[in-house]
Nanobody, 116 residues
Framework: QVQLVESGGGLVQAGGSLRLSCAIS????????LGWYRQAPGKQRQLVAT???????NYADSLKDRFTVSRGNAKNTIYLQMNSLKPEDTAVYYC??????????WGQGTQVTVSS
């Protein structure tokens, strides 16, 4: 069973930065795509950023100037660097690992709270 464990969330003031980590229980090169999603209270889960096995990245249009997704050198970790955080970035952030169109895995999520 693949396990994903997010960390790095917390409380930060507006304008601050956080770096989220997602540790995956197998090599990231076993997945076609890895990504970050978020879900704010009362809202649907939305895409934040993805990175493919070839290294191609994709961001939600509203976030690409402030957020950066990357793979770690350890080959089983991905990161999400979040800068210039805003109160509307407050959400639970989830890591996702996709094998194919029918199979993917989720972490338990990490809370990010941005105070104004």
């Amino acid at each position: 069973q693949v396990q994903l464990v997010e960390s790095g969330g917390g409380l930060v003031q507006a304008g601050g930065s956080l770096r989220l980590s997602c540790a995956i229980s197998m090599s990231i090169f076993g997945f076609n795509e890895l990504g970050w999603y978020r879900q704010a209270p009362g809202k649907q889960r939305q895409l934040v950023a993805t990175i493919s096995s070839s290294g191609r990245v994709n961001y939600a249009d509203s976030l690409k100037d402030r957020f950066t997704v990357s793979r770690g050198n350890a080959k089983n970790t991905i990161y999400l660097q979040m800068n210039s955080l805003k109160p509307e970035d407050t959400a639970v952030y989830y890591c996702n690992a996709r094998v194919d169109a029918w199979t993917d895995y989720w972490g338990q999520g990490t809370q990010v709270t941005v105070s104004s």
